[in-house]
């Protein structure tokens, strides 16, 4: 199912990244509603921002309670691919610049209507910079009370705030996912990075576009997405707009 949202579209430049489609392996454990949680996965991240990037993760162990889709489950590798460019003299940064592959995440989930659910990822991501290939291993866990038929993303966007510490940056974002029967669930979450080698100079808004599709077994994933910075003074829109879809070539 295609998620096709964009940010606030006051510049929006075609950015490049020196680099090229890197692999990855991706790694989840942990516990949610009281059952193990384990998965393994790999895929390509395009540091190139020409909207190549992929994944794929295969669930070994989870209760059939909790729909992994309802957790974004690779955002914590997703935004390294983002476009980035210049917005009025500023530089927009992406993960990848920013870190290059190597920080920590922590990010909680919540869902609107539904008390008494939250889901807590914590993950490491480190790059093996002679291959190159990165690795990302998470840690969830929590409870989720949700819907178990959500059949893609509507919608996905992210607000990036400055940190008040070196190598660390904040994020709030919210994403509208689809459900089987017709309606939506929304979906928030509030993350903390750390450990980059690079500091965020400009609060930035960022929005992502993806393809997803989970059988029970297996969750493939192939996005898109891009950041920008808001003029001051200017009410920014992260609904509604679906020229980033238009514009940017799918696979």
């Known amino acids: 199912m295609r998620l096709a949202l964009c940010a606030l579209s006051l510049l929006l430049p075609t950015g490049t990244v020196a680099g090229q489609l890197i692999p990855f392996d991706a790694t989840f454990e942990g516990v949610v509603n009281g059952q193990a949680v384990a998965a393994e996965g790999s895929g390509m991240i395009d540091v190139e921002q020409r909207g190549r990037s992929s994944a794929s993760v295969t669930f070994d162990q989870r209760p059939d309670s909790f729909d992994p889709v309802a957790v974004s489950l690779i955002s914590n590798l997703c935004t390294n691919a983002f476009q980035t460019g210049l917005a009025r003299g500023k530089t927009v940064q992406n993960l990848f610049d920013l870190a290059g592959g190597n920080y920590s995440l922590t990010r909680a989930f919540q869902w609107i209507g539904l008390p008494g659910s939250a889901v807590t990822i914590e993950s490491t991501v480190t790059n093996d910079s002679e291959e190159p290939s990165w ?40 994403a509208v996912l689809e459900r089987a029967n017709g ?23 960022g929005s992502g576009v993806f393809d997803t599709s989970f059988d029970g077994t297996t969750l493939e994933l192939n996005w898109d997405g891009l950041f920008v910075i808001p003029s001051p003074g200017t009410s920014v829109l992260l609904a509604g707009c679906l020229g980033l879809a238009c514009r940017r070539r799918r696979r």
Do not use: C, K, R
């Open 183 to 205: 309606e939506s669930l929304v979906m928030q979450f509030a993350s903390v990075f750390s450990g980059l080698s690079g500091d965020l100079t400009n609060v930035q808004f």
């Open 135 to 174: 690795s990302s291993e998470s840690i969830i866990s929590g409870t989720y009370g949700g819907p178990t038929d959500i059949v893609g993303i509507s919608s996905y966007s992210v607000i990036w705030l400055p940190g008040s510490a070196p190598g660390e940056f904040f994020e709030s974002g919210t």
